[in-house]
């Protein structure tokens, strides 16, 4: 019978094997989770929650070159950001630093040995600032414990689990989400997203420009009416709704039973977006105004010149140029829906655009005569289509109700999951949002 060769390992390997191993694991538990005064944090360093989850630092969008501090889920592998402390205040470059003010207290970010922006208005002697696993940047007063700021206060695009939407009516807090710009500006952009609560009623709405834009339907068994996805069978067990209606606080939130990147994200186009399968809560691309079987607020003032069905496509392609004038505004304030806010009330405009940051506007007027690029190397633009070439939708509608009775819910199930489908794959194509 054959004898096994034994392999003698020296014990130096073995010990650097596991020495390795150490810091390998360790390094994510060992980083530091809290700032203290005197302490700074670069541009190249960055804050992790204690068991990891999350993570802060410095970040820049290459379009722009605009430099931020932020908080993302540390495992998410697009790093999307889920709150910026200057989203109205970026950095020219990249070399800014956080640290508490040793005179005032307050948090704020330095560069070229001034402070740039106040992170906090509040501060004392004895604060400091730390990471939690929630995804919350909390400072406190390490004399009483007290909290003296926190970010879920002060919320941008994105709802956490344990965040909240709506208002404190004793201290006049309102927590409200406000979209970026567009996808690459985290500035303030053109929608909020609010918790609107009565004793009839309680309902998300989204606003654009502080006019009425969508709402959710009523809060009722675990899901709102307009949020498509919600009343999907494999997602609604993800999330645990709730509120809170008293004399003192009105607010919603929600828990997530389970998943990697919990969070809803209001978009720069005015939809909520899931963080786990990046596909949209809500159905609608644009509110038209004639629309409200998905929760988009109707409006009466149609201009003359469009009709119910009318609206626009992202198409791949050109206007013929002989038939089609372009104008141009690089007004950095406009978002994608001014564009079309413009482009809608204008009767001779028939497409539109961003422009390559997601700011400013490109129309285009005349003949509506579009040629799809099938190669799909163009610009895409979003053109009209008129309401008598709409089909896909009406065609599906058409034939469930051809059928027997019997077979229509099957056909229903068919048209609802290709909405879903849809929504998915529109939300990978704009997923370098907050990379």
Known sequence: MATQKKINIPPVLVLFFFFWAFLFSHHKAGAATTIRAGDELSSTSQLVSESGNFTLGFFTIPTTNYTYLGIWYTRDEQ??????????????????????????????????????????NEGSANSSVTLEDTGNFAMTDETDNRVLWQSFDYPCNVLLPGMKLGYNLTSGRNWTL?????????????????????????????????????????????????????NADFSQYRYRLSDVYSDE??????????????????????????????????????????????????????????????KFEEKNGDFEPAQIAITSDDNSSLSLSDCMERCWISCNCVGFASNSNGAGCNMWTGKNEFRVNERGVAVSKYVLVPQDSSNGKFYCIFICESWFVGQVCACELVCLGNVVLQSVMESKGRRKSSK
């Open 79 to 120: 790093a999307r950001k889920v709150w910026v402390a200057n989203p109205n205040a970026p950095l020219v470059n990249n070399t800014g630093a956080l640290k508490i003010d040793n005179v005032t207290g307050r948090l704020v970010i330095t560069g070229g040995g001034r402070t740039i922006v106040n992170v906090t």
């Open 249 to 310: 606080v009105k607010y919603f939130s929600f828990n997530a039973v389970k998943g990697n990147t919990p969070m809803w994200t209001l978009t720069p186009d005015g939809r909520i977006v899931d963080g786990d399968s990046s596909a949209y809560f809500t159905p609608f691309e644009f509110c038209y105004g004639y629309q409200s079987n998905d929760g988009c607020v109707t409006d009466s003032d149609l201009p003359v010149c469009r009709s119910q069905g009318d």
């Open 178 to 230: 406000t979209s970026w710009l567009s996808y690459d500006i985290a500035a303030s952009g053109a929608f909020t997203l609010s918790w609107e609560a009565t004793s009839e009623s309680k309902e998300l709405a989204i606003r654009r420009r502080s006019e009425h834009y969508w709402t959710s339907g009523s809060l009722n068994n675990q899901t709102f009416k307009f949020m498509v996805m919600l």
